[in-house]
Every structure is written in structure tokens, then in C-alpha cells.
């Protein structure tokens, strides 16, 4: 991000504060000249700008007219709230303005930084049959960075959000053709829970029953029409945030820790539904075990370290290898699952064998002295009465690879 801001105190504290929270990069400059320099030698490097309203060479605002010249979202500080100063602001198409009159000041735009770094991760539908409306809640949106879909009733609406399962947030009004707020939000929560998707309701503040009725049938949070532009943006960045933490707690829950993989109850939760799909006939699968070969020598000779080294090499090769179809998990200690889908069942024995040369072409190095790195896998195609018999296949099959002289792929 580009910082400007006379203040070196100021300046510190947001720096270190965006650090802590993200880790994100700043640039500093304390001068409309030194931020003149920065833009003019690469602009392209920054996505956000926090300006000081008030700088000594640029006491007017004039920082403002360069920064929106290079094209980035704008957060104005000031040193003090001035109502009709912050509505030209607004006018003007700056993403915050915000007061820096303390630590509380200094900590919101920090969050308020991480949280546009992050914001092109999130697409926001728009639902309301006014276009002007619709436009105008989309320039909002686009100047915090979000990705926007409109539709301009509730089926459309209900349509775009199965079309597109990326959709994070829903705006939607009340008064549509065709199937209005209410009945779409509604069908909208039999698709998604309110872990997965949030929901916006927007309504007239002469209608105030409307909201609650919202509310009850499955809006996560609602807005009285008219809003301020501030209410707009603190409502919808906290339902971003909210969905953004539980998603982040429940991937940790579903991760091993060391390697970043899924872990065996994910696995297991997830891969049991590719078996009922396979064994409908819907798709063909393989499930395969994989088995670092030797590895209690690597970590008695080289230490756990290494040993931990390699395991990560390994899940990072199985994952990029897998290309997105399917699943990888850690299952414990050295040992990898991976279910994957096929087109044939020929096919499983050519992508194992991929991975297992991927996997020995690991360039692991200990002191300048390359360390061997192989795996033994196990797999099958067929898939038996349960996903449970797949495993153990894939099992005896890593068992036979081993005893045949390791670094081998076995399909039973």
C-alpha cells in the first residue's frame, strides 16, 4: 500500500499495525513530492492509498486529485470529522475517510486495508429491479474492490446464485417481479446456509415489518432505504468479515497443521460422497494410499526437520499433481490418501505414475548432499460396497508395492 502522512508517529503506528495484522508491505511518503515520486517510478506496484487530507506541501487536498490519477481506491485521513468535508469525499468516490484522533482510528483503517487487499476474493450479488438503484449499489461495491453480479428480480436473482456457487453476499430488495425479496431469500437459504452465504435486505424505513420478516426467513442483516454510504459500507464489510472468519476456522479445523492437506475426517466426509456419486454411476474413481518409503532413516539421520521438510515437498507435490480433481489428505505420520476422478480405468495407473516420478525427482537437500526421496502407492479402482473396502484395497496394494522393492505403484 502507499501511506501518506506528515506525521512519523502516525505513519509508525499504522505501518507496524498493518504488518501485525496481514503482513502486508507500505510504502511511505510524508510529501505530496515524495508520494509524486513514488507514483511516477511504478503506480501499478499499489493497490490501496491512505492520504492524509492536510499535507504541508499540500494543504488543500491536492494529494487526492494525484492518487486518483494512478487509478487506486482512496482512504482520506483527517485530523478532525467535518460532515460536509467527508460528503464531498464520498462524492468523490473515496472508499473511507476516517478520522485519526486515536488508536481506535488507526486500528480500523488497518482492518480496513487487509480487508480491500482481500476484497477481489469476494463476489456480491445485487438483486433489485430499479437499474439506477442497481448501478449504484454496484459503484459502491467496486470501490471497495468487491466483484459484482446484478440481476433485476428474484428469479433471475435465485438463478445467478446457483449459476454461480462463488457468490459470498446477496443484496436484495423487497418490491420485484416475478418472485419478490422475501420468497427469493427464502429459496435462497434451502441452497445455502448462513455459514456459506450472507444475506442483505433492503426496505423502505416506512416498512418497518418487512425488515423483520426479512429476518426471519433468513436475511443475515438489512438496511433502511435511504442509508448513508458509511452504514452501507460497515454493513456489508462486516458480513464479508464474518464469513471470511468462519471459513477461516473451519479450514483449520479441516487441515493438518504441517503439511496443509486435508485431514483424515475431511477426507473421509468428502470422499464418502465421490463413492455414492461413482457408485450411481455418475462418475469412476481411484482411491490410492501413498507411503513415503524409508522414512524413519530420513529422520534418524537427518533429523526431524528435515523429516517435516519432506513431508511438506510430498504434499505439495500430490496436491499441484492432482490438478483439482479429487482429494489429497495427510492420513498420518508418512502415509497419503488421494481419491480421484477418472475417465477410464486405465487412466489410474498413468496418474500414479506421474506422481510417484514427480515425487522422486524432489531435489531434498540436507548440507549440500541431496537426500533420496521415494514413495510407495497403493490404489483401486473398484469400488466394492463401500468406500471403507476402496481403502483397504489401496492398502494391501501399498503392502505388495513394498515387498516388491518400494518406489512402485501397485493397482489392485
Same mark, same amino acid.
Given at each position: ?6 506525521? %512519523? #508517529?502516525? @505513519? ?11 503482513? &502486508? ?11 509524486? @515520486? ?222 496443509? &492437506? ?25 482411491? #490410492? ?23 511438506? @515437498? ?46 522422486? @525427482? ?6 549440500? %548432499? ?16 463401500? &468406500? ?25
Amino acid at each position: 500500500m502507499l501511506l501518506v502522512e506528515d506525521s %512519523r #508517529a502516525i @505513519a509508525t503506528v499504522l505501518s507496524a499495525r498493518i504488518n501485525a495484522l496481514d503482513g &502486508l508491505a507500505c510504502d511511505h511518503a510524508d510529501s505530496y513530492a515524495a508520494a509524486q @515520486a513514488l507514483l511516477r517510478n511504478d503506480a501499478g506496484r499499489y493497490f490501496v492509498a491512505v492520504l492524509d487530507l492536510n499535507l504541508p506541501d499540500a494543504p488543500d487536498g491536492e494529494i487526492i486529485d494525484l492518487v486518483e490519477q494512478a487509478g487506486l481506491p482512496i482512504i482520506v485521513l483527517t485530523g478532525n470529522l467535518d460532515e460536509a468535508l467527508r460528503d464531498r469525499m464520498y462524492e468523490r468516490g473515496v472508499a473511507d475517510y476516517v478520522v485519526k484522533d486515536s488508536l481506535v482510528g488507526i486500528d480500523y483503517v488497518a482492518r480496513l486495508v487487509t480487508r480491500l487487499a482481500h476484497s477481489h476474493e469476494a463476489r456480491i450479488l445485487v438483486v433489485d429491479d430499479t437499474r439506477a438503484f442497481r448501478d449504484y449499489l454496484t459503484s459502491l461495491l467496486q470501490q471497495h474492490g468487491y466483484a459484482t453480479v446484478t440481476a433485476s428480480d428474484g428469479e433471475a436473482g435465485l438463478a445467478a446464485l446457483q449459476q454461480q456457487p462463488d457468490i459470498n453476499l446477496v443484496i436484495a430488495d423487497y418490491n420485484m417481479p416475478k418472485m419478490d425479496g422475501l420468497t427469493m431469500v427464502s429459496e435462497m437459504r434451502k441452497l445455502r446456509s448462513h455459514d456459506e452465504l450472507a444475506i442483505v435486505a433492503i426496505s423502505d424505513s416506512t416498512k418497518p415489518g418487512v425488515l423483520a420478516r426479512f429476518l426471519k426467513g433468513g436475511a443475515s442483516d438489512y438496511l433502511h432505504k435511504p442509508f448513508a454510504i458509511e452504514e452501507f459500507y460497515c454493513r456489508i464489510d462486516q458480513n464479508i468479515d464474518m464469513l471470511r472468519s468462519v471459513r477461516r476456522a473451519r479450514d483449520l479445523a479441516n487441515r493438518d497443521f504441517l503439511t496443509g &492437506l486435508y485431514n483424515r475426517r475431511y477426507f473421509f466426509e468428502h470422499a464418502e460422497r465421490m463413492h455414492r456419486s461413482a457408485l450411481d454411476g455418475e462418475m469412476k474413481m481411484v482411491v #490410492a494410499m501413498v507411503d513415503a518409503d524409508h522414512f524413519k532413516r530420513i529422520n534418524d539421520q537427518f533429523g526431524h526437520q528435515l523429516g517435516d521438510k519432506a513431508l511438506v @515437498a510430498i504434499a505439495t507435490t500430490l496436491r499441484d499433481a492432482l490438478e483439482g480433481r479429487g482429494l489429497v489428505a495427510r492420513f498420518g505420520g508418512e502415509e497419503f490418501v488421494i481419491a480421484r476422478t477418472i475417465a477410464k480405468p486405465d487412466e489410474a495407473s498413468r496418474c500414479l505414475e506421474d506422481i510417484r516420478q514427480r515425487i522422486g @525427482a524432489i531435489a531434498l537437500q540436507h548440507d549440500g %548432499r541431496l537426500v533420496p526421496l521415494t514413495v510407495s502407492i497403493g490404489a483401486t479402482h473398484k469400488l466394492g460396497v463401500s &468406500l471403507d473396502d476402496m481403502l483397504h484395497r489401496a492398502d494391501l496394494a501399498v503392502y505388495d508395492a513394498k515387498s516388491a522393492g518400494r518406489d512402485r505403484v501397485v493397482v489392485r
